[in-house]
């Protein structure tokens, strides 16, 4: 790794689309400005200059470029930052490279996959291709726009290709590109179809999309789930897209390849496509990242339409402002993009769009209408409702108690009545992982984290404290478990071991553990050794707890004559300690 290595990866990635991939970034003026991802603050103090190239932080003074930027917020050193940064930006690193190294690259496996795509898609044997191409009007630049190629109908025209490059067999399986049939042969998985690379928000090939032309089969397949590939934590066309959803503050979702690509075709380059999956919550977060409105366009069919209503109450539950937008029955975003007058038909379109509920309300009046089915549409609608935080609700609840014939009080009470039913759904906040952020808000008391972060810095510590005294101290599960893996192993390794999995609680633990010690030592009053301060204020809380539980089994007459010499004996003590 050299110098050289470093100013290239910076020539070729924009410090505007690293650091916008965590932190949601306005321009103003010639900067963009976003909150600060490394302190609490409610208006922004954090710069990023696309001309200097860095960014700064004039509420908490952190600053630097694109590598200190990843190191402080991924918690890598150097060397693994340049790795990373290295990687999206396509640079191969002067150093340590081997004969094996497209071996273990399945990023350069399947990029290698779509050039040879791309080629085919040009050659005599993509003439199928590029009849389809023609028939929906898309011509040979918008097929290297969006690197799209073609799968010839061989049974291993691919595989060839890779083995030839170097790539062994079980690359080719690892990629999703090959199949192996029951007699151990392998053959391409994609065979006589267009082909779409689907990449990461990095811009990375991580699978394709076929489509089938003409024959019997499937109409389209993806790549299987992978190492690189999760349908549900990926959104077609997001790394072209997140620029304008960032500038034009919203996203529009669709459903297949073709309406992302001819929103894109004709100006709409905010779109993306949800993958041909209900959307999911870690789809949600990826475009919540970039702004807080989502306009939804699925089919307007009956399955489409169901699919707007889950995938609206998936991202209004997140925070962000859903508006659905609805077509001609019976078209679909390319189809009315594609026909005379689409592209205004299209505006037309986004400016009638329906906020959620509306949409929701519009969408079962029939079945309000009529007494057999009155029922399941009002459990529809709740169910809804109750995934919803009230205020959410408040600017649509006179509409929607009219709509039920109550007034907004009963309105309210009928809702509330429905949140308390077994099996009501809650609200997503309640049922699914919180982001680390909001984890650590949550869970992160600052004396056991002091109590971690003493133990993380300090080795004779971990030489002489027993994993029983420590365990004892600490009422938290996941704070316990962090605590036991400092005392048994040592902390370069199970750093490293926690980013390898991508859990950065325990440092984000350790972090507010240095923040409160140093806090301690810096107050008035307080000369002793931080640990010895520590321990005692948890040795403290936990007799308090302990008598707090014998008072109450006192109180209850359960309390046995072990019970009150152990109270008496924890009163003596608390009484020494004050």
């Known amino acids: 790794m050299g110098n050289n290595d470093v100013q290239l990866v910076k020539e070729r990635l924009d410090i505007v689309d690293v650091i916008g991939d965590r932190v949601r970034l306005r321009r103003a003026g010639r900067n963009y400005v976003g909150l600060c991802p490394f302190h609490n603050e409610k208006t922004p103090s954090f710069h990023v200059s696309q001309e200097k190239q860095n960014y700064h932080c004039f509420g908490c003074g952190k600053g630097g470029d694109i590598f200190t930027f990843v190191m402080e917020t991924e918690g890598m050193d150097f060397s693994q930052a340049l790795e990373l940064l290295a990687a999206r930006a396509g640079v191969t690193l002067t150093k340590g490279q081997g004969k094996t190294k497209r071996e273990g690259n399945l990023y350069e496996v399947l990029d290698l996959a779509a050039q040879f ?9 993509g003439a199928a291709g590029r009849a389809y191409m023609e ?56 065979r006589g179809r267009l ?11 991580i699978a394709f999309g076929g489509r089938l ?20 934590r990926n959104l077609y066309l997001l790394h072209e897209a997140r620029n304008a959803i960032r500038e034009r503050g919203r996203s529009i979702l669709v459903e297949g390849y073709m309406d992302a690509l001819r929103l894109h075709l004709c100006g709409f380059t905010e779109a993306v496509a949800s993958l041909g999956t209900s959307l999911t919550e870690e789809q949600a977060r990826l475009l919540k990242r970039f702004s807080d409105r989502c306009y939804i366009c699925y089919d307007s069919d009956t399955a489409g339409q169901e699919a707007t209503i889950r995938g609206m109450y998936i991202l209004q539950g997140l925070g962000l402002d859903v508006q659905v937008i609805a077509l001609p029955s019976g078209k679909d975003p390319d189809e009315l993009l594609s026909s005379p007058g689409g592209n205004a038909a299209f505006e037309g ?20 209408a009529s007494p057999r ?13 109750v995934q919803l935080d009230p205020s959410a609700i408040a600017p649509y609840a006179s509409e929607l108690a009219g709509a039920l014939g109550l007034y907004p009080h009963e309105f309210w009470r009928e809702l509330e009545a429905y949140r308390r039913k077994p099996g ?10 919180a982001p680390p952020e909001r984890e650590e808000k949550l869970v992160l008391d600052p004396l056991e984290s002091a109590f971690c972060s003493l133990l993380w810095r300090r080795e004779e510590l971990r030489r002489c404290v027993r994993p029983e005294e420590a365990l004892e101290l600490l009422s938290g599960e996941r704070v316990r478990d962090v605590a036991l893996a400092i005392l048994m192993d040592s902390p370069e390794a199970l750093e490293e071991r926690w980013l390898e ?63 009150l010499a152990e109270m008496r004996a924890l009163a003596a003590a608390l009484k020494r300690r004050n």
């Not at 795509?117 to 044997?125: G, K």
């Not at 009501?424 to 992982?433: F, H, Q, V």
Request: hydrophobic fraction near 40%; charge should be positive; charged fraction near 30%.
């Open 117 to 125: 795509f791309s080629a085919q898609l040009r050659a005599p044997e």
């Open 135 to 190: 028939r929906r009007a898309l011509i040979s630049q918008d097929a290297s726009r969006f690197g799209l190629g073609w799968s010839s109908s061989s049974w291993d025209s691919l595989l060839r290709r890779l083995r030839g490059a170097g790539v062994s067999d079980r690359q080719a399986l690892a990629s999703g590109l090959a199949i192996e049939g029951q007699r151990g042969t392998l053959y391409d998985r994609f």
């Open 195 to 205: 082909m779409f690379p689907i990449r990461d928000i990095a811009g990375r090939v």
């Open 213 to 232: 032309v003409d024959g019997e089969g499937a109409k389209y397949i993806n790549s299987p789930e992978g190492e690189l590939f999760s349908k549900r």
């Open 349 to 368: 379109a986004i400016k009638n769009a329906r906020p959620l509920l509306l949409q929701h309300l519009a969408s079962i009046r029939e079945s309000l």
């Open 373 to 385: 089915t009155r029922r399941a549409g009002v459990a529809s609608l709740m169910s809804g409702l």
């Open 424 to 433: 009501a759904s809650p609200r997503p906040e309640a049922t699914s992982k």
């Open 501 to 563: 999995v991508g859990d950065r609680w325990p440092l984000a633990l350790i972090s507010r553990g240095d923040t409160f010690c140093d806090e301690l030592v810096g107050s008035a009053g307080t000369p002793q050794d931080p640990w010895k301060v520590i321990c005692s204020a948890l040795r403290r809380r936990r007799d308090e707890a302990r008598m707090r539980a014998l008072d109450a089994k006192m109180k209850r007459g359960e309390a046995t004559e072990e019970d």
